[in-house]
C-alpha cells in the first residue's frame, strides 16, 4: 500500500515537474519568437477633450489646441498636438453650414484612425488640401474611441450643421463591436462609461488617461507616467496572484489569442449602419474597412464576409487590408495606432478609391 502511494505521489511530482518545465519553456519562446510589447500604455491629454453632442454622439472640446502623449515602458511613444474646430471636430478649419448644386460634400467619419492625429498632423485636412478643384468640400469626423453607433449619432447631429452629399465611413474590424459611451472627467481625470453604467459607478473604475498642463516637460510627463502605474498597482486585480500571472507573456499570448478568436466568432449587429444608410437615402456611402495592426501582421481581417453584408444594407465595400499596400512599420512600435507613414498610406489609399 505504502509503495503505491510513494508510486503515486513520484508521479504526480514527476507530471508538476514535466509541467513547470514545458510551461517555462513555452515562455522563453513566446518572448523570444513572439514579442508581445505587453508593456502597459498610459495615456495623456492637455485638456478635458471630449463632450457629448445633442445626439448622445462624442466629440472634442470646440476651438482648443489639444496635446496629447502615450508613454510605454519610461519612453514617449508620441507627443502631438492637434486643432479643433468650431464643431469640435480634429480640423483647423471651421465648418459652416454651404450647399451649391454643383458642389460635393463628402464627411469621413470614424474613429482614432479617422481623427489621425498621432503621426503629427490629422490626415483628413491633408487629403482635402491635395484635392484639386473647389467642387469639393471634405469634413473630418473622426472622433478616438468611437464605433458605429457614435458615427450614426455624430453623422445626425451634424446633419443639422452641415450639408452632406457623399459619407465615407473609415472603420476598423473593432468599431462594430464597441459600444456607445461617454466622457466622465474631472480635473486631473478622463474616464470613458459605458452608456448604461451611472457616473456614480463609472468614477470608481479605473480612468483611461490623465489631463496634464499643456506645457508639461518630457521628465512631467515621465513623472506622471510613473504615478499612473503606481495607481493601477493598487488595485487589486494587479496584486496577488492575479498581478504575478498578469506578468507572463505566455499567458498574455492564450489569452489574447482566444479572446480575439471568441470576440469575432460573436454574432455582430449593423444596425447603425442601416440606420445612416436610411437617414441618408440620397448620400452616397462607402464603407471603408481600414486594417488593424493585428490584422496586417496576421495578413487577414479579424471578420469575414462583411463586405457582402455591408453591400447588401446598399453601402459600398472596399476592404483596404487588400487592396492597398500595408505593412508593419506603419504602425508605432508599441502602439496600435497608424504613424506618421500609416497615415500617409491612409490618405492615399482613400484617395485613390474616392477620388480615382
Given at each position: 500500500m505504502r509503495t503505491k502511494i510513494s508510486n503515486w505521489m513520484a508521479n504526480i511530482g514527476l507530471f508538476l515537474f514535466s509541467t513547470t518545465l514545458v510551461l517555462l519553456v513555452a515562455e522563453i519562446g513566446v518572448r523570444f519568437l513572439i514579442p508581445m510589447q505587453v508593456d502597459e500604455r498610459t495615456l495623456m491629454f492637455s485638456s478635458h477633450t471630449f463632450q457629448l453632442d445633442q445626439n448622445g454622439a462624442v466629440r472634442y472640446q470646440p476651438n482648443k489646441n489639444i496635446r496629447t502623449i502615450a508613454v510605454y515602458d519610461n519612453k514617449i511613444e508620441y507627443d502631438v498636438h492637434f486643432d479643433t474646430n468650431n464643431l469640435g471636430l480634429a480640423d483647423g478649419?471651421?465648418?459652416?453650414?454651404?450647399?451649391?448644386?454643383?458642389?460635393?460634400?463628402?464627411?469621413?467619419?470614424?474613429?482614432?484612425?479617422?481623427?489621425?492625429?498621432?503621426?503629427?498632423?490629422?490626415?483628413?485636412?491633408?487629403?482635402?488640401?491635395?484635392?484639386?478643384?473647389?467642387?469639393?468640400?471634405?469634413?473630418?469626423?473622426?472622433?478616438?474611441?468611437?464605433?458605429?453607433?457614435?458615427?450614426?449619432?455624430?453623422?445626425?447631429?451634424?446633419?443639422?450643421?452641415?450639408?452632406i452629399t457623399h459619407i465615407v465611413i473609415l472603420a476598423i474590424s473593432e468599431d462594430i463591436r464597441r459600444n456607445s459611451w461617454y466622457p466622465l472627467t474631472n480635473s486631473t481625470e478622463i474616464r470613458f462609461c459605458q452608456k448604461n453604467t451611472p457616473s456614480p459607478e463609472c468614477i470608481k473604475r479605473p480612468y483611461i488617461a490623465k489631463i496634464i498642463h499643456p506645457a508639461s516637460s518630457s521628465e512631467d510627463i515621465l513623472k506622471v507616467a510613473e504615478e499612473i502605474i503606481k495607481d493601477r498597482e493598487k488595485n487589486p486585480q494587479r496584486s496577488g496572484i492575479t498581478g504575478f500571472l498578469r506578468q507572463s507573456e505566455l499567458l498574455v499570448f492564450?489569452?489574447?489569442?482566444?479572446?480575439?478568436?471568441?470576440?469575432?466568432?460573436?454574432?455582430?449587429?449593423?444596425?447603425a449602419l442601416r440606420n445612416i444608410r436610411e437617414a441618408f437615402p440620397l448620400a452616397e456611402i462607402y464603407f471603408m474597412h481600414l486594417p488593424q495592426k493585428q490584422e496586417v501582421a496576421n495578413g487577414g481581417y479579424f471578420l469575414n464576409n462583411l463586405g457582402n453584408e455591408i453591400e447588401e444594407i446598399g453601402i459600398s465595400y472596399f476592404p483596404a487590408l487588400k487592396e492597398c499596400h500595408w505593412q508593419m512599420d506603419m504602425f508605432f512600435v508599441h502602439d496600435s495606432h497608424p504613424n506618421s507613414v500609416g497615415y500617409d498610406n491612409i490618405r492615399k489609399c482613400v484617395s485613390s478609391y474616392i477620388f480615382r
Open positions: 478649419k471651421n465648418y459652416e453650414y454651404e450647399n451649391l448644386a454643383d458642389k460635393r460634400y463628402y464627411a469621413f467619419v470614424g474613429d482614432s484612425f479617422t481623427a489621425g492625429f498621432h503621426g503629427g498632423e490629422p490626415w483628413v485636412p491633408k487629403l482635402r488640401r491635395n484635392i484639386d478643384g473647389e467642387n469639393i468640400e471634405i469634413f473630418n469626423l473622426g472622433v478616438s474611441g468611437t464605433g458605429i453607433e457614435h458615427f450614426y449619432r455624430l453623422l445626425q447631429g451634424t446633419s443639422e450643421q452641415l450639408h492564450v489569452v489574447r489569442s482566444l479572446k480575439t478568436m471568441l470576440l469575432y466568432e460573436e454574432r455582430y449587429s449593423l444596425d
